[in-house]
């Protein structure tokens, strides 16, 4: 379709700005990136399994924002990260820490070195989302909970995308350095 265009001779001024648009879009569309989607269902599927998997692949860092975050399996997985070298980082929301496996967890997790900050604005920081390395961004209803992997039922779909990781990636780190909203947990 593209070379087709390349042949034709606007005859107008309207048809020009057409012809360039049809030209910019057939250009653009042979350079999109491939972005690859997984979903994976909660119980049936066990998402922070293969969750636990992508975070034992990472080698740069792994950003985590998520409401609940309990699981044995995906604090293993963070706390190899963490001595592999990965930038670890995690969000998490206060008033999940009046839960004590909650609260075990994320002492884990901070007593190895991660950093942890929790929000301190009125609402919840409600967001399930997971980046790792600009080139997977993991998001959806699933919290990093042994309930949610095992009896809830949640979904979690699983981006591999450049683009989408890195804005993924600033909305993290926006966060990250919200002083107003978060704050560092001890």
């Known amino acids: 379709m593209g070379l087709r265009w390349f042949n034709a001779r606007p005859r107008s001024h309207r048809s020009l700005v057409i012809w360039l648009l049809i030209v910019a879009l057939s250009l653009t569309s042979g350079e999109a990136s491939a972005a690859s989607i997984e979903v994976w ?11 636990a998997q992508i975070y034992e692949e990472a080698t740069r ?3 985590v924002a998520a409401y609940g975050l309990t699981s044995p399996i995906v604090v ?6 963490r001595k592999q070298g990965v930038d ?5 929301d206060r008033e999940r820490l009046n ?3 909650q609260r075990r967890a994320v002492s884990a997790l901070r007593e ?7 929000n301190r604005h009125d609402g919840l920081m409600h967001l399930k989302q997971v980046v790792v390395d600009d080139e997977i961004n993991a998001n959806g209803s699933m919290n990093h909970t042994t309930s949610g992997n095992r009896y809830n039922d949640e979904r979690l779909d699983v981006i591999r995308d450049h ?5 993924a990636r600033e909305k993290f780190l926006s ?3 919200d002083q107003d909203r978060f704050r560092e947990w001890k």
């Open 41 to 51: 269902y909660a119980p049936e599927d066990e998402p922070l399994r293969k969750v």
């Open 61 to 63: 860092y792994i950003f």
């Open 76 to 81: 293993k997985a963070l706390l190899n990260a």
């Open 88 to 92: 670890v980082r995690v969000i998490t």
């Open 99 to 101: 839960d004590p496996n």
């Open 112 to 118: 190895a070195g991660i950093p942890v900050m929790i």
């Open 163 to 167: 683009a989408i990781s890195v804005k």
């Open 175 to 177: 966060m990250w350095k």
